[in-house]
């Protein structure tokens, strides 16, 4: 699951739930998150992988 996750005001509750899963994450951005509480899966936030950031231009 490359890129960005966004939920402004969402919640997140990410729990891979088997020992052979495993989450590859680039970015997120929410209100609130839960990540892995105790499953026994793997997450990997990795940002390089995240949606690309850009500086605000003026466009007329």
């Known amino acids: 699951m490359p890129g960005t ?3 402004q005001g969402g919640e997140y509750d990410i729990r891979p ?3 052979t899963t495993v989450f590859n994450l680039g ?3 929410c209100d ?3 990540w892995d509480e105790g499953t ?3 997450l990997n ?3 390089s992988t ?3 950031t850009q ?3 003026l466009v007329e």
């Open 27 to 29: 970015n997120y951005l």
């Open 40 to 42: 026994p899966g793997t």
């Open 32 to 34: 609130q998150a839960e």
């Open 55 to 57: 500086r605000p231009i």
């Open 50 to 52: 995240a949606a690309p």
């Open 45 to 47: 936030l990795n940002p």
């Open 5 to 7: 996750w966004y939920a």
């Open 17 to 19: 739930s088997a020992s």
